[in-house]
């Protein structure tokens, strides 16, 4: 019981944090209005995963290491915006961000990578499918860094493609949070959607 407090409060601090750092800009939600989001729709991709889910209500395989402890379970998650939320905050089309990453392209891949340190999501690549439109996969490295507090994590999602949509099939978290006058923790989730 002591484990699964601990990794629960990490996980929210660590969630807190992040969210703390995306909303740090003066509107971070609001998208130029009118105009095409220049780079890819992350929030609108991981919202139509989470209706699917939802509507779906697969098992989901887990693994969780805290402190070199890796805990495997099979289980419904109720709540897949809560599930997925880290992902949802890692979207670049921010009206503030806009203009910060330079993109670069190679076949069915784009890769976004920060132009100032101050963004929290330094880099993101996503592969798209047959179709250039979905994403097939998506890697992100988060991070902030500041004299009080460090925290770096690195996202992914893998889809394969079903009935002619990409559905999630898998998505890790790993990342770590440094306190100041603290160690560092590191966490790890890893789930498949069965």
Same mark, same amino acid.
């Given at each position: ?6 990794? +629960? ?81 890692? *979207? ?9 990453? *330079? ?27 047959? *179709? ?50 603290? *160690? ?5 989730? +890893?789930?498949?959607?069965?």
């Amino acid at each position: 019981m002591k484990m699964k407090n601990w990794l +629960h409060n990490s996980f929210l601090l660590c969630s807190i944090m992040t969210l703390c750092g995306l909303m740090a800009c003066e509107n971070p939600n609001k998208t130029v209005a009118g105009t095409a989001k220049p780079y890819f729709d992350l929030k609108g991709f991981v919202q139509t995963q989470i209706t699917w889910l939802n509507q779906q209500q697969p098992q989901v395989k887990k693994q969780i290491r805290n402190e070199s402890k890796l805990i495997t379970k099979t289980l419904a998650i109720k709540n897949w915006e809560k599930e997925l939320h880290m992902f949802i905050n890692a *979207d670049i089309n921010k009206a503030a961000l806009i203009g910060t990453y *330079d993109i670069t392209k190679e076949g069915k891949t784009i890769k976004y990578t920060t132009k100032e340190g101050k963004n929290s999501v330094k880099e993101m690549i996503v592969e798209l499918g047959n *179709d250039k439109k979905v994403a097939k996969s998506v890697k992100i490295t988060v991070g902030n860094d500041n004299v009080l507090f460090a925290s770096g994590t690195k996202l992914s999602f893998q889809c394969q493609n079903k009935g002619n949509n990409y559905r999630i099939t898998t998505y890790t978290i790993d990342g770590f949070q440094k306190i100041i006058m603290r *160690d560092k923790r590191p966490y790890f989730i +890893h789930a498949e959607v069965l």
